[in-house]
């Protein structure tokens, strides 16, 4: 249970969430306090915009009962809602189960899928500003990475990439993003996850072409791994993960067009590709890990 007074999260019992890798920073001149950890471990998004926050709010309210249910074990558990007041945010955040809470060096992406990231309802200048962002990736992959971050399994420090890193991106040196992100180049790497993140985006993909009023804009596939775990034997199910988050442009009931989400799924299915390419690169180019016998 947590500990909140009338559904108001007090400020002394949050703090910003280092594990954030993309979205909405903290920016104090925009009212912005970025995502924040509450000390019970849930994730803390600020409602920041009205429409956007209606839309997340009844998709995370809707799950259960909706035909796409099967998703919800790729999704964070949704604990309501709730007011903070802290320093120049004063308003409504949701509260999320925390995905990466569990994962001791957290090595973690965030893959927007789609080629269209704008949703129907957007207006002309939103449009064009999301036509310039990724244009490469998107264009090439159906897909981009507004960031990541990795702990380098050599030197146990942690890296962020941002925003800019991924924009400078085409469908050659993405490649290398997810090198970096593996830890392809040292000798304790995360190649045993290549398969899990694989066979769970087939899930999804396939739960998701069975729906005709589901549709994700600029929601994004979360890759997780545990760089403390590389070079163990433990199974990677218990140190890696693949979570759908971010459903601030997530349409699932008659609003909609109907039809089956190929902006998504084509996005998903080259972000598979990609993956299966570099798990049979890594197969043939780097040593694998020597694993000890029981
Ligand atoms: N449930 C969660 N558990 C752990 N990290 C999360 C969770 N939801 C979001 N994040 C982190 O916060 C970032 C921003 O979240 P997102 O929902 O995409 O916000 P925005 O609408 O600002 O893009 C993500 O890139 C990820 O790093
Ligand atoms: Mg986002």
């Given at each position: 249970?947590?500990?909140?007074?009338?559904?108001?999260?007090?400020?002394?019992?949050?703090?910003?969430?280092?594990?954030?890798?993309?979205?909405?920073?903290?920016?104090?001149?925009?009212?912005?306090?970025?995502?924040?950890?509450?000390?019970?471990?849930?994730?803390?998004?600020?409602?920041?915009?009205?429409?956007?926050?209606?839309?997340?709010?009844?998709?995370?309210?809707?799950?259960?009962?909706?035909?796409?249910?099967?998703?919800?074990?790729?999704?964070?558990?949704?604990?309501?809602?709730?007011?903070?007041?802290?320093?120049?945010?004063?308003?409504?955040?949701?509260?999320?189960?925390?995905?990466?809470?569990?994962?001791?060096?957290?090595?973690?992406?965030?893959?927007k899928i789609g080629r269209q990231t704008w949703d129907p309802f957007a207006s002309a200048s939103k449009i064009e500003?999301?036509?310039?962002?990724?244009?490469?990736?998107?264009?090439?992959?159906?897909?981009?990475?507004?960031?990541?971050?990795?702990?380098?399994?050599?030197?146990?420090?942690?890296?962020?990439?941002?925003?800019?890193?991924?924009?400078?991106?085409?469908?050659?040196?993405?490649?290398?993003?997810?090198?970096?992100?593996?830890?392809?180049?040292?000798?304790?790497?995360?190649?045993?996850?290549?398969?899990?993140?694989?066979?769970?985006?087939?899930?999804?993909?396939?739960?998701?072409?069975?729906?005709?009023?589901?549709?994700?804009?600029?929601?994004?596939?979360?890759?997780?791994?545990?760089?403390?775990?590389?070079?163990?034997?433990?199974?990677?199910?218990?140190?890696?993960?693949?979570?759908?988050?971010?459903?601030?442009?997530?349409?699932?009931?008659?609003?909609?067009?109907?039809?089956?989400?190929?902006?998504?799924?084509?996005?998903?299915?080259?972000?598979?590709?990609?993956?299966?390419?570099?798990?049979?690169?890594?197969?043939?180019?780097?040593?694998?890990?020597?694993?000890?016998?029981?």
């Amino acid at each position: 249970m947590m500990a909140s007074t009338n559904n108001v999260i007090l400020a002394e019992d949050i703090r910003p969430f280092t594990s954030q890798v993309a979205g909405h920073a903290c920016q104090t001149d925009k009212h912005s306090p970025g995502m924040l950890k509450h000390k019970d471990g849930f994730v803390l998004k600020p409602l920041l915009k009205q429409t956007q926050a209606k839309t997340e709010l009844e998709f995370y309210k809707g799950l259960a009962s909706s035909p796409h249910v099967d998703l919800t074990p790729f999704i964070a558990q949704f604990h309501g809602t709730a007011k903070i007041n802290i320093g120049s945010y004063s308003g409504e955040v949701i509260i999320l189960e925390d995905v990466t809470g569990k994962l001791e060096k957290p090595c973690i992406m965030d893959i927007k899928i789609g080629r269209q990231t704008w949703d129907p309802f957007a207006s002309a200048s939103k449009i064009e500003a999301e036509e310039k962002k990724y244009t490469e990736c998107k264009r090439e992959l159906g897909f981009c990475i507004p960031g990541f971050q990795v702990y380098d399994s050599e030197s146990c420090k942690v890296v962020k990439y941002d925003k800019s890193y991924g924009k400078s991106l085409n469908k050659s040196t993405v490649l290398e993003a997810f090198s970096i992100f593996l830890n392809l180049h040292n000798q304790k790497h995360a190649a045993k996850a290549i398969e899990l993140y694989i066979s769970k985006l087939e899930e999804i993909s396939n739960i998701i072409s069975k729906q005709k009023q589901l549709h994700l804009y600029s929601s994004s596939i979360l890759l997780s791994y545990d760089c403390e775990k590389l070079g163990t034997n433990v199974e990677a199910c218990e140190w890696a993960n693949v979570h759908l988050i971010d459903f601030a442009h997530t349409f699932t009931g008659k609003s909609h067009k109907e039809g089956v989400d190929e902006n998504y799924l084509h996005g998903l299915r080259n972000l598979m590709h990609l993956l299966s390419q570099l798990s049979a690169k890594n197969k043939k180019g780097i040593p694998q890990v020597k694993t000890t016998l029981p």
